[in-house]
């Protein structure tokens, strides 16, 4: 379960053919690489790394050592090791190994978490947890999206931040730090994402100007709005959108204008919230004009 270089593909061993690896960074976040392996039966011998590394197993069982400790685990699990932690695994029956990991800095996982990272330590190092794989699924498939954008991905970062500090021991769990949260910071996070929905802002921003960490951010946000600050942001360039083809923009200057990447980029949105693509949309309304 080691890195390879950014970008990379490898075949190689008694799978080869079926055996691939693909690395990517995650832009918004510097440090922050992703690591998916499909059909991989090599073993891995007993390492650490430098960072956090917290990974999802999809296909393929394994027997995996860390602190003293040797566990079965197999698709559904995630693996959660400490920056310095020695961990290795090794194939059961030849099974070849489908995974994907997220390699976190210590200083990024306390930045998201608003606390120190260091002092966290994983109660235990394999554990059968639906939404920490959900959780490495979503930042690995936002790393390898050229398109998306950077509150997504940092968002996607923070919500990981949260489940492993839930598995670690001692957590200060982001949750009710997020049902204390006073109402004010969020919607000073709110009024920030209005003013700025087309250019875009960065969620360690909405963050200070709630006053909370981004992990506390997202779960406060989402309980007060339903949406997670992204997903808020994506709602109100699609509104904006709707609103200048209503106007009679060209849907390709209406997407320039609402700060999606591209007119592409809107269209996935526009027709997931409202149920029609823009192009549908604008005929309608024109069709309404001409009646």
Same mark, same amino acid.
């Given at each position: 379960?080691?890195a390879?270089?950014?970008?990379?593909d490898?075949?190689?061993?008694?799978?080869?053919?079926?055996?691939v690896?693909?690395?990517?960074?995650?832009?918004?976040?510097?440090?922050?690489?992703?690591?998916?392996?499909?059909?991989?039966?090599?073993?891995f011998?007993?390492?650490?790394?430098?960072?956090?590394?917290?990974?999802?197993i999809?296909?393929?069982?394994?027997?995996?050592?860390?602190?003293?400790?040797?566990?079965?685990i197999?698709?559904?699990?995630?693996?959660?090791?400490?920056?310095?932690?020695?961990?290795?695994? $090794?194939?059961v029956?030849?099974?070849? +190994?489908?995974?994907?990991?997220? *390699? %976190?800095? &210590? #200083?990024? @996982?306390? !930045? /998201? $978490?608003?606390?120190?990272?260091g002092? +966290?330590?994983?109660?235990?190092? *394999? %554990?059968? &947890? #639906?939404? @920490?794989? !959900? /959780?490495?699924?979503?930042?690995?498939?936002?790393?390898?999206?050229?398109?998306?954008?950077?509150?997504?991905?940092?968002e996607?970062? /923070?919500?990981?931040?949260?489940?492993?500090?839930?598995r670690?021991?001692?957590?200060?769990?982001?949750?009710?730090?997020?049902?204390? /949260?006073?109402p004010?910071?969020?919607?000073?996070?709110?009024?920030?994402?209005?003013?700025?929905?087309v250019?875009?802002?960065?969620?360690?921003?909405?963050?200070?100007?709630?006053?909370?960490?981004?992990?506390?951010?997202?779960?406060?946000f989402s309980a007060?709005?339903?949406?997670?600050?992204?997903?808020?942001?994506?709602?109100?360039?699609?509104?904006?959108?709707?609103?200048?083809?209503?106007?009679?923009?060209?849907p390709?200057?209406?997407?320039?204008?609402?700060g999606?990447?591209?007119?592409?980029?809107?269209?996935?949105v526009?027709?997931?919230?409202f149920?029609l693509?823009?192009?549908?949309?604008?005929?309608?309304?024109?069709?309404?004009?001409?009646?």
């Amino acid at each position: 379960m080691d890195a390879l270089a950014k970008g990379t593909d490898a075949s190689s061993g008694p799978c080869a053919g079926s055996d691939v690896r693909r690395a990517f960074a995650l832009q918004a976040v510097p440090g922050v690489e992703t690591i998916a392996f499909e059909g991989v039966a090599q073993p891995f011998p007993a390492h650490f790394h430098e960072f956090w590394t917290i990974g999802a197993i999809a296909r393929g069982r394994r027997r995996a050592t860390c602190g003293g400790a040797t566990l079965g685990i197999g698709p559904g699990d995630a693996v959660l090791f400490a920056p310095g932690e020695a961990h290795g695994c $090794l194939p059961v029956d030849g099974e070849a +190994l489908s995974y994907r990991s997220v *390699a %976190v800095p &210590d #200083a990024e @996982l306390a !930045r /998201a $978490l608003g606390r120190e990272a260091g002092s +966290l330590r994983p109660i235990r190092f *394999a %554990v059968h &947890d #639906a939404a @920490l794989v !959900r /959780a490495v699924d979503v930042v690995c498939a936002l790393a390898a999206d050229p398109d998306a954008d950077a509150l997504a991905q940092e968002e996607a970062l /923070a919500v990981l931040a949260a489940r492993v500090a839930a598995r670690c021991e001692n957590p200060r769990a982001c949750g009710k730090a997020a049902a204390n /949260a006073a109402p004010g910071g969020v919607e000073r996070a709110r009024s920030l994402l209005e003013e700025r929905c087309v250019e875009g802002v960065a969620l360690s921003e909405l963050a200070e100007a709630a006053g909370l960490s981004r992990c506390h951010l997202v779960r406060a946000f989402s309980a007060r709005t339903g949406l997670t600050p992204h997903r808020y942001l994506q709602a109100l360039r699609a509104n904006r959108a709707r609103r200048l083809i209503a106007d009679g923009l060209a849907p390709s200057q209406a997407a320039a204008q609402s700060g999606f990447s591209d007119q592409a980029h809107m269209t996935r949105v526009f027709k997931a919230l409202f149920g029609l693509t823009p192009a549908r949309y604008r005929a309608s309304v024109e069709r309404g004009r001409r009646a």
